[in-house]
Nanobody
């Protein structure tokens, strides 16, 4: 299973940016998908997740981002608004996947995409 994230870049404070991630490979079922981020010198932190259409957000991003999912495309998206310099980080997508019916689920990670918020 591979996850390919895209959409990062440089944005000014107050701006918006959208991230995309597509999962491919031997996939029977994707249970949930989400986004995490890691700023320089800090631990990776959870940003948002979506499972069966229910989205949850970290307090730091609540009201400023929207996570969505396209099950037919095995894809997850993160639209971020009102970005702040402290949102600067490498953003990673995550998917909890089963490869075959009855298999235990396993977490997979994308390669990360850099988001830089700076004027």
């Amino acid at each position: 299973v591979q996850l390919q994230a895209s959409g990062g870049g440089l944005v000014q404070p107050g701006g918006s940016l959208g991230l995309s991630c597509v999962a491919s490979g031997n996939i029977f079922n994707i249970i949930n998908m989400g986004w995490y981020r890691q700023a320089p010198g800090k631990q990776r932190e959870w940003v948002a997740s979506i499972i069966i259409g229910m989205a949850t957000y970290a307090d730091s991003m609540k009201g400023r981002c929207t996570i969505s999912r396209d099950n037919a495309k095995n894809s997850v998206y993160l639209q971020m608004n009102s970005l702040k310099p402290e949102d600067t980080a490498v953003y990673y997508c995550n998917a909890r996947v089963t490869k075959h019916w009855g298999d235990p689920a396993k977490d997979y990670w994308g390669q990360g995409t850099q988001v830089t918020v700076s004027s």
